[in-house]
């Protein structure tokens, strides 16, 4: 089982920036890439963005491009959500976990406890 430590977020303005991590414990290296779902109230999880543990390669949703940006630490096995300009859509619990996939974006595994992200205007 793949153990994992989220961090980041909390309450922010509408319009601020905050960045997330993801630390995936060392054992568990069978996977190629990491990648972020958020699940706002009332809705389904869905796919934020990912990035190749080792080549770096990156794919996000459509929704938040350009305001979101993933990057990883393949020496710390810890991948990071920066995300700027947030709106209060973007309020959510958010996860992360291994993904795989052509697109990356199919979850591998369980689910953590996930970290809480509110935007207030």
């Known amino acids: 089982q793949v153990q994992r430590i989220e961090s980041g977020g909390g309450l922010v303005r509408a319009g601020e920036s905050v960045t997330l991590s993801c630390k995936v414990s060392?054992?568990?290296?069978?996977?190629?890439?990491l990648g972020w779902f958020r699940q706002a109230p009332g809705k389904g999880r869905e796919f934020v963005a990912a990035?190749?543990?080792?080549?770096?390669?990156?794919n996000y949703a459509d929704s938040i491009w350009s305001r979101f940006i993933i990057s990883r630490d393949k020496t710390k096995n810890t991948a990071y959500l920066q995300m700027t300009n947030l709106k209060p859509g973007d309020t959510a619990l958010y996860y992360c976990?291994?993904?795989?996939?052509?697109?990356?974006?199919?979850?591998?595994?369980?689910w953590g406890q996930g970290i809480q992200v509110t935007v207030f205007s």
């Open positions: 060392e054992e568990n290296e069978n996977f190629l890439a």
């Open positions: 990035v190749g543990r080792i080549d770096g390669k990156t």
């Open positions: 976990g291994p993904v795989g996939g052509l697109t990356m974006s199919t979850p591998l595994g369980s």
